[in-house]
């Protein structure tokens, strides 16, 4: 098993970047309506459901912990304007979910705005947001949404677990980079973001447990961080996690000194805003892996003392 | 980096008499060896090498369809035996495969009937399996695919009917690496074993493999052998 100083420092450094560079998270208020407001919604969103998740688990130190809560502040003070942005994006795109799934995880750590939430209840009146034409693991993620905002989720999520490509267990050796996204987000929905890793259907939890090895040492080897970090959320989610040490180990030696983790290969280079689109994602998910694995580690350490 | 003359040479070789066998596992014909008619000439010696790079699957139809080869066959293969014995220091794939080349020949040349067994037929050590991760090994057995053949037993088949899980992840391994030859060698050893997580599609799998890296003839061999197999299971 994995070091956990070495899984827990790599979710610090990740955070410390996060917060040296959250100017990064930016909206374009500017931008033609029609080109798409809402494109830069989606990293906001990830920071709080991330820092929420650091919050829950509780294993986060004590400057950690703050720069996380200054993160949800200024994303919410400065990015999103008080939420007024989120209000936009809805007036906007009315039929969209993604305000509301930037919103769900803002609410959920005590911050408000009442118009997003009167848009929502309305919306989901329609049976136009129902007929939503969405992937089936994306739709098994807005009705989790919908549950946990204290909406009637219809289908309810039970009726849409099956149409997922996970639920099916398909022959593992045809699994490409984009059948990879699907299953670690199913998992991520499954599990209310790693919340109850009992969401997991048992024959579910068996077949990752099987193949995810496999996995992991591929996208390991081709050095894909982003995916290899997810994989190792997946990972923290299973009934018994295994914490590849290998596979630890090659993701911190890939993050940079300054905590920022490349999507893939190396860091790239050029202009910074545009670096931090390449790189925000895998160092979010470099800082949720981080938790979780580190929340399951002392979770095994306290089981395994007398 | 270019590779030499000879290197391709034998390449070319290996791949002309794994096409022979593949013929012989579809047909149910007699295996013959292009170029073993001048065993002597530099032809012959180069047949020689080729047969050793493939080892006891040359004669693998006979051993399936329990048909006598053809004596010329068994000729090329008996020499290949004796001209290649493995060094003492010689790594445990390779003196398996030459282990897995005097059973066959034990097995099909009359002349070698009563040959003594005991030390001088001994197994060589298979604890480097048991200590090697699920890739090593899944990479070793497909080497050793030679080896997995229906009613036979040794010290590397039995780690891999304890090992199956990881020779299951080893073939999914292969196939996403696009390593065609290791994920047949694995597929036809899973064809062999109890305990194949269903998830896996092997069937299915090994024809994808087939359809993938068929062009190449050692990958024909191994999906053709596991097929054979395969057949041969359902009617016992």
């Known amino acids: 098993m994995t070091d956990t100083r070495l899984i827990h420092t790599v979710g610090v450094r990740a955070l410390e970047w996060l917060w040296a560079h959250r100017d990064g998270f930016r909206l374009e208020p500017d931008v033609d309506p029609e080109v798409g407001f809402l494109e830069r919604f989606k990293p906001v969103g990830e920071l709080a459901l991330i820092c929420r998740v650091l919050f829950r688990e509780g294993v986060a130190g004590s400057q950690q912990a703050e720069l996380a809560r200054r993160l949800v502040d200024h994303t919410w003070r400065h990015t999103l304007d008080g939420g007024r942005m989120l209000v936009r994006g809805q007036r906007i795109e009315p039929l969209s979910p993604i305000p509301f799934e930037v919103y769900l995880p803002y609410k959920e750590l005590g911050y408000s705005e009442p118009e997003v939430e009167r848009a929502t209840v309305l919306y989901h009146r329609l049976s136009s947001w129902t007929a939503l034409e969405l992937d089936p693991t994306r739709r098994l993620g807005l009705a989790a949404f919908q549950r946990r905002f204290g909406l009637m989720p219809s289908p309810p999520e039970a009726d849409l677990v099956g149409a997922t490509w996970l639920a099916r267990t398909p022959e593992p050796w045809t699994v490409s980079g984009h059948i990879a996204y699907d299953i670690t987000h199913a998992v991520f929905h499954l599990t209310d973001w790693g919340e109850r890793p009992d969401g997991l259907p048992p024959d579910i939890a068996d077949y990752l447990a099987m193949w995810l090895p496999v996995w992991i040492d591929d996208w390991l080897d081709l050095k894909r961080w982003d995916l290899l970090g997810e994989l190792l959320v997946v990972d923290a989610c299973l009934p018994r996690p295994t914490l590849d040490e290998r596979a630890w180990e090659g993701f911190a030696a890939a993050q940079q000194p300054d905590g920022a983790m490349p999507a893939f290969g190396t860091m790239p280079e050029g202009d910074p805003d545009e670096v931090f689109d390449m790189v925000y994602h895998p160092t979010l998910v470099a800082a949720f892996a981080s938790v979780l694995a580190t929340s399951r580690a002392l979770s095994e350490l306290a089981h395994a003392t007398p | 980096m270019e590779q030499s003359g000879a290197t391709t040479l ?35 010696s180069l047949a020689l090498a080729a047969v050793r790079v493939l080892g006891a699957d040359l004669l693998l139809p006979h051993v399936l369809f329990r048909t006598p080869p053809a004596p010329e066959t068994l000729t090329v293969f008996r020499e290949t035996v004796e001209a290649f014995p493995p060094r003492a220091d010689a790594a445990p794939a390779v003196m398996w495969s030459h282990w897995a080349m005097r059973r066959t020949l034990r097995r099909l040349d009359p002349s070698q009937a009563g040959s003594p067994g005991g030390d001088a037929f001994a197994e060589p050590d298979a604890r480097w399996l048991d200590e090697a991760t699920w890739q090593v090994l899944t990479h070793q057995l497909a080497v050793l695919a030679p080896l997995a053949v229906p009613g036979e037993d040794c010290a590397v088949a039995r780690v891999a009917r304890r090992r199956t899980v990881d020779v299951a992840r080893g073939f999914v391994r292969a196939v996403r690496r696009r390593d065609w030859p290791q994920a047949a060698g694995a597929g036809r050893w ?47």
């Open chain 2, 190 to 236: 899973l064809t062999l074993l109890d305990g194949v997580p269903d998830a896996l599609g092997l069937q299915t799998g090994l024809d994808f493999v087939e359809l993938m890296g068929g062009t190449d003839p050692r990958v024909a061999l191994q999906a053709q052998a596991a097929r054979v197999v395969r057949a041969a299971g359902a009617l016992v």
């Open chain 2, 10 to 44: 034998l390449q070319g070789a290996v791949q002309d008499v794994a096409s022979d066998v593949v013929s012989a596992l579809r047909g149910g014909d007699h295996v013959r060896v292009s170029g073993a008619e001048a065993v002597d000439g530099p032809g012959g």
